[in-house]
């Protein structure tokens, strides 16, 4: 069901009418006197009461629009020029034999472009041009992607066969990593410890210190900070993840907070890093999850109850500040 | 001659004003709509008035108010007054030391009153004493008095169920908490600073004043709100709305002194902000179904429910209020015009029944009220009025004013046409109760500015006639209701229970009206943004028996 029909897996029809009077007729099953074995009854209350789990799945998932397979479509990248030469609008470049990636069906298609485009030079129409313009559209995005299938490009291939050997890296035991595995993390840890400073900004300006931004206008920095939220990266507990884990391990609490760090946000974050990316341009929703993990961790890590090592940098609507900072759990406040 | 003609229009006019019905007499109506009889203000059935509260800042000033000073309002001047730090008294002195200043603007709001303006700032008072130089006007509505501790917390202490508690001890066991919250656990009570709450530590021991610590100041404030509509509430158990909503309040309370203040402060304001426009939400669904029930029994349509019907009907009150989305829709404003259309509709059919059985219900009466069962002579019961309704159907429709607006058609039409004249009807939202219940509903929405943490509710959408909300927690509002129900799912199945899970989440929104189940593309959306949180665990895939974190 999942391969041919992944829009209905349940099995039920696909009408919408139909389906729903499927479902209230089913219903009545769970109405019969007598007891229905336990597996009958969870799988009838998940499809009739509509508690089962997600149903996106299937081929659409990996083929649909904006799905798997068009996230990576190289065209979403910057393409070589060379590869623009070769297979824009070539036709010649499409082996006229069979071989990996090429069928009669692909050697077809072009004889029929050419055919077209051979009709189009006899017709004489003030639309030639426009004729022109579409055939040519079209059959230069089938040859660049064929062209990309055979030379093996895809959008962030770079960054996602780092990402896969991080993962790999991090389902070895830590005992069983290498000195260069371990510094590989280390060095992943420190890039993301790096972003989530350079995106603390309060009132507008960037803020190069260690900090946490807590709220609008307050921003926690000092050495606990420092000390104490450094982000970690672990294996995700759920089995087959494609995620990292982040976690932040303050005091007692160690490890208690956790982030995902998903694929996504790993590419942007090397493509921020590369400098290919103005760091405004960053979108700043990936990072939610990890921010709110750190402010999660401070407030768990008891900030506000330390005696010493805190500040709070309070700002004020006509951008001015308040220092409140904490030794001996005594609080000076200065004001400038 | 001339005196005679003039006597004669005189009597005339004056015939003509015996024969008006009282609706339309100035002393009982408003400049909007029929004034609402005690009959109904003084039952459970009766909505409170909400005003607007911009920001949820001034929703804990309002509470710091009411329950260490007495009111919201200062009682000596009638204008408002917002907390600003920079105030200077008349010798141009500071009225805030610098400490105080430093903890003020450490918990401040930014909120814009309309899209073309600028920013306003708001504070929110992080301990009592902050709270002594903002107040409200004088005749504003209390809504922390009403849609709070008079509210859900009076109906779950007079009447849920507390395994043989009396009211009193709840009452005692509420306020105790209340008060301890907001002094704060980690407030600097003492003169030993070490382990304090940084925002305490600022403002130093002697900022805590002495009539702050007395918590028989504080419990007397709380006993009067919570007691003062105790006649007015919903005579059974089992109402999930208010048992839900004071438990959280609880809940949230027992919180303060685990977290930093500022986080919890935080956490206090999202709760209100969200959980008391459901509770008045709910309860304009009062109004909603008798006005379905009258009509339905005197147009002759259908069966009286049953006394168990009506109870049913009243404790689900709370079901499916909103529906979330991600596309923007206008059903809160749908709720609150059929709200004032219902509310004028019923008011002028209870003055016509009054008009036409006046053997059986007397509308001036100032000691009669609506009740679930009428258990006494003092209360008409839901089902004895709907039973009048039906059986004075003939008596209303020969009213003489029934026969000149509606002559030969039924109750539902007269009424309608009878409401038409009044601007609370024709436009609720744009004067009167329901401007002031869509002012206090702005609470709810994410805010342009300084609503960065995300403890909205709704995502404004388009302007004008096109305006509408996209209904979808803030990532602050999904970290309470996720603490929240894990607090509850422990509470009611201790750690048999099992761990959290999506489904406990839904559940708890549901409780509020907020029901993920049936919305097919905010459920995806729910499980996306609590996995980019960190909070969800293992795969989506899970459905709602996915695992979830709890943050706090």
Known sequence: MSLFSPYSSHGLDPSEKLRNKQLEALKKLLEVPGELSRETRVALEHVVKKHFPSTDVGVPRLLGKNKTMDSLDPWRDDLDSSFYDTWDSEYDNVPSHQEPFVTNLEIQFITIWKELEEKLEQLVDPSVSDIHWALRRWSSNFLMHLGALKEGLSAWSREIDDFVTLLTLMDKREEERTFDEKRKIREIESRIDNLLNSTTTIGGKRDSKKAIKLSDNVILSGKWVVENLKPEVTSTESSGSVSLGIRFKVGQSRGKEKAMLSALMYLWLTRRENGYLDERCFPQELLDGITDARVRAASRGDYAFVNDDIELLVKTPNGREYTLERIDGEVGVRYG | MGGNIRSRGLMARLACAMDEPLYLRKEYRTANEPKVPDLISKSFVFVPSAGMRLAPEVLVLELMREVFIGSHSNQDLTKAKDIDPEERDDNGNNLFTDRERAVLYALQGRRKKTRGSTDQTFFAPAYPQLAENGWFRKNSESIIKYLLFSGPIAQDVYQGNHGGKTPETRMDEISKLTWQALLGNKSCLDHDLKGKDILAATLKPDSFKEKYKDFDSAKKNLVQMISSRKNALMPFPGDHLSACITR?????????????????????????????????????????????????????????????????????????????????????????????????????????????????????????????????????????????????????????????????????????????????????????????????????????????????????????????????????????????????????????????????????????????????????????????????????????????????
């Open chain 2, 248 to 552: 959280d309040f609880e809940e949230i309370c027992k919180l303060e002194g685990e977290i930093p203040r500022m986080q919890w402060l935080h956490l206090l304001m999202t709760f209100l902000r969200f959980a008391l426009p459901m509770w008045l939400l709910a309860q304009m669904r009062i109004t909603r179904i008798l006005h379905q029930w009258v009509i339905a029994a005197v147009d002759g349509e259908g069966e009286i429910p049953s006394l168990d019907q009506i109870q049913d009907e009243l404790a689900n009150r709370n079901r499916y209020l909103l529906q979330p989305t991600l596309v923007p829709t206008r059903e809160l404003f749908d709720h609150i015009d059929a709200y004032m259309k219902c509310r004028v509709e019923l008011n002028i059919f209870l003055y016509c029944l009054s008009a036409a059985r006046k053997d059986e219900l007397d509308i001036t009466d100032k000691n009669r009220a609506i009740s679930l069962n009428g258990k006494d002579s003092r209360h008409l019961g839901i089902e004895h009025l709907l039973f009048l309704a039906r059986e004075s159907s003939s008596q209303i429709k020969n009213l003489d004013r029934f026969k000149e607006i509606a002559d030969g058609l039924n109750v539902r039409t007269f009424l309608a046409r009878e409401s038409e004249q009044f601007s609370a009807w024709r436009n609720p939202r744009k004067s009167g109760v329901g401007k002031n219940i869509d002012e206090f509903f702005r609470v709810l929405y994410q805010s342009e500015t300084g609503d960065e943490s995300g403890g909205y509710l709704l995502v404004p959408r388009g302007q004008g006639v096109k305006r509408g909300f996209v209904v979808f927690p803030g990532q602050l509002l999904l970290k309470v209701i996720a603490y929240l129900s894990a607090r509850d799912k422990l509470l009611s199945h201790g750690s048999a229970g099992g761990i959290l899970v999506l489904q406990d989440l839904e559940d708890h929104f549901a409780r509020y009206g907020i029901d993920f189940s049936i919305a097919a593309d905010a459920r995806p959306m729910l499980m996306e943004r609590l996995q980019s949180m960190g909070l969800l665990h293992g795969s989506p895939d899970a459905g709602s028996s996915v695992a979830v974190e709890i943050p706090y």
